[in-house]
């Protein structure tokens, strides 16, 4: 039964190659499926010699297959080193592990008895997996977790099987050693063997899945949220806001005069503009504070538990930051730039909504620009506006 669960296992081990043979064409510059590959092109000539060479196999076969196994979790080694972005360091253990297997040939020069040579290889390819297993393990890659922690349980349980092996091989010939080894044979090689590829396939798929809907989220000129990523977040805060009543502060800030710029400088120029001024945001700005882009020269900003002075101070340092910047649009052209901000305040105000909150900084911004543009004007500090529960359905809208 062992024999014929065997002969399967080479078939898939080929089928695997196959695969991931196809996505290395796919996905050619992805070096975790390359040495993903790599190794199961080495697993595939093992399942050459099961199937071709006669049975029992000598001893010269036996230690290089065990050589080929070595090396081939070497290369598992340098795939999990590359998707989790890891340090090299593993890989060249790994390397130095696999070249420790090649003393299984000369191991029976000093008389060495085949049942420790047995255990040494079993040894090593239990080191090999290990490393597999705490590289997965020490990544915290929050989008992968799922399927991070099943292979590193994967690599774990073939660990201990390894390590059954090789005490099965030091142990007296007996049932109840051959059953060990029996289980030991067809738990790594069958179960986890099928398993091990699927779940490397899945935790590949899981990070391209995620990768997107941070695209989906992040406007790529900025690099600052879109309108949905800014939408989510402001969801997120609200929520927050609700639960704990901390205010927080939402702030509309319009470069003045873009399209001026974008017509005499041109479009790349408009361009550099946004990403400057988006990186003096970020530097400006604490790190527990959103920012976004909703389109054009227009960004949003989301400061939590700020009070309503606080918030206008740092705001209108933001500004005057902004203004005293120069811009270099070419090798020697450069702009100065001011921007308009309207801000509003949560200002404990119960069932208060992302919508309402939104037109409020709208409308502070279009006073802005009334009122002659390069400067921070809050809500509450219009004209008519003093009493925070007025109704604003009267100003216009920027």
Not at 52 to 76: K, M
Not at 250 to 262: E, R, T, Y
Not at 323 to 333: K, L, P, Q, S
Request: some cysteine.
């Amino acid at each position: 039964m062992l024999s014929v669960l065997h002969h399967v296992e080479d078939v898939q081990v080929a089928c695997f190659a196959a695969i991931f043979g196809l996505m290395v064409y796919q996905l050619r510059k992805d070096w975790t499926i390359r040495f993903a590959w790599y190794s199961y092109l080495l697993a595939s000539v093992i399942s050459v010699i099961d199937l071709g060479l006669p049975q029992p196999q000598g001893p010269f076969v036996v230690h290089s297959v065990y050589v080929i196994i070595c090396t081939r979790y070497a290369l598992l080694v340098a795939a999990m080193v590359s998707f989790t972005r890891a340090p090299r360091w593993p890989v060249r253990i790994s390397l130095g592990v696999a070249a420790l297997s090649f003393l299984q040939y000369l191991l029976p020069l000093v008389d060495t008895p085949g049942t420790v040579i047995s255990a040494f290889a079993y040894f090593l390819l239990a080191i090999q997996l290990c490393i597999c297993g705490i590289i997965i393990f020490k990544s915290r890659e929050r989008s992968t977790q799922l399927p991070r922690y099943l292979l590193g349980s994967l690599f774990s349980v073939s660990v201990l099987f390894r390590l059954m092996q090789a005490g099965s091989s030091l142990a007296p010939p007996s049932p109840m050693q051959a059953w060990v080894r029996d289980q030991a044979v067809f738990f790594n090689s069958t179960i986890i063997g099928c398993l091990l590829p699927f779940t490397i396939i899945w935790l590949m798929n899981t990070r391209v899945q995620n990768d997107l809907l941070q695209q989906s989220r992040i406007d790529p000129l900025t690099d600052l949220l879109n309108r949905r990523g800014l939408d989510e977040a402001a969801s997120r805060e609200l929520s927050r806001y609700r639960r704990g009543r901390q205010d927080f502060a939402i702030a509309v800030v319009d470069i003045d005069h873009f399209k001026a710029l974008n017509d005499k400088h041109g479009h790349a120029s408009g361009d550099e503009v946004l990403r400057e001024s988006a990186a003096l945001f970020r530097d400006v700005l604490r790190q527990s504070d959103i920012i976004g882009r909703t389109g054009g020269e227009e960004f949003v900003l989301l400061l939590p538990m700020l009070a309503q002075q606080e918030t206008l101070a740092v705001l209108e340092r933001l500004r005057t930051t902004l203004e005293g910047r120069i811009i270099w649009i070419g090798e020697a052209e450069s702009v100065n730039i001011t921007v308009s901000i309207g801000v509003t305040h949560t200002a404990g105000r119960a069932d208060i909504s992302w919508d309402v909150l939104h037109e409020e900084a709208d409308r502070a911004l279009y006073a802005a620009k009334h009122a002659g543009r390069n400067q921070t004007i809050h809500f509450r500090n219009m004209s008519g506006n003093a009493d925070n529960s007025e109704d604003i359905s009267h100003l216009p809208t920027a």
